[in-house]
């Protein structure tokens, strides 16, 4: 049975504040018997319950009612976290710095894992000017094809979508440490520490 909140949940966060299932029925105006029916799973907070309960732990309703806290962790290199994904309908590429429920054409897309670069996904940096020539040895077909390049630093994302039958190379400014990207439509991310 799917419930809107938990027992665990209540219980780890009640615990978490150094509340006794006393001190949180005295706060919300019911008995501590009823607490314990809810941590145990043998009964379920009014509905009325949600926002005092929620504010009593600590967290909000959403938080309460998804079972995670949520903690904002919006420290430097966000973009070190990136996810990305591909959707295999439309070849849509999209990006998320961090973990996300993310679709596209009908479809959930799972976060694309990245595997280093290997012999036959090689990548070459070259110097030009004030920017760097980036390279791709890999075969541009209508079947086979890298779909996009991106290069990803701490607080910079540059994306560059590629077609097959064309070239999979392109200028980057490529300032700072960071990962270069880039993703074969057979094989999967591909990934370079620059």
Same mark, same amino acid.
């Given at each position: 049975?799917?419930t809107?909140? $938990?027992?665990? !949940?209540?219980k780890?966060?009640?615990?978490?504040r150094?509340? !006794?299932?006393?001190?949180?029925?005295?706060?919300?105006?019911?008995s501590?018997k009823? %607490?314990s029916?809810?941590?145990?799973?043998?009964?379920l907070p009014?509905?009325?319950?949600?926002?005092?309960?929620?504010?009593?732990?600590?967290?909000?309703?959403?938080?309460?009612?998804n079972?995670?806290?949520i903690?904002?962790?919006?420290?430097?290199?966000?973009?070190?976290?990136?996810?990305f994904?591909?959707c295999p309908?439309?070849? +849509?590429?999209?990006?998320? $710095?961090?973990?996300?429920?993310i679709?596209?054409?009908?479809?959930?897309?799972?976060p694309?894992e990245?595997?280093d670069?290997?012999?036959?996904h090689a990548?070459? %940096?070259?110097?030009?000017?004030?920017?760097?020539?980036?390279?791709?040895?890999?075969?541009?077909t209508?079947?086979?094809?890298?779909?996009?390049?991106?290069?990803?630093?701490?607080?910079r994302l540059?994306? %560059?979508?590629?077609?097959?039958?064309g070239n999979?190379e !392109?200028?980057?400014?490529?300032?700072?440490?960071?990962?270069?990207?880039?993703?074969? +439509?057979?094989?999967g991310?591909?990934?370079?520490?620059?």
């Open positions: 049975m799917n809107y909140v $938990t027992g665990t !949940t209540i780890q966060l009640r615990e978490a150094n509340l !006794t299932q006393a001190a949180l029925a005295e706060i919300l105006g019911v501590s009823t %607490v029916k809810w941590e145990t799973a043998k009964g009014d509905i009325t319950l949600l926002q005092p309960l929620a504010q009593a732990l600590g967290i909000s309703v959403v938080e309460l009612m079972g995670q806290h903690t904002n962790r919006n420290t430097s290199a966000n973009l070190l976290r990136s996810k994904y591909v309908i439309c070849g +849509n590429i999209l990006h998320a $710095t961090g973990s996300a429920l679709s596209c054409c009908g479809v959930t897309l799972p694309l990245a595997e670069a290997d012999e036959d990548i070459t %940096v070259e110097n030009v000017e004030d920017e760097h020539f980036v390279t791709i040895r890999h075969p541009m209508k079947a086979h094809f890298i779909s996009f390049l991106a290069f990803v630093t701490s607080d540059q994306l %560059v979508k590629f077609y097959p039958e999979a !392109t200028r980057l400014q490529l300032r700072g440490r960071g990962y270069l990207y880039f993703y074969c +439509n057979h094989h991310l591909f990934r370079k520490k620059i």
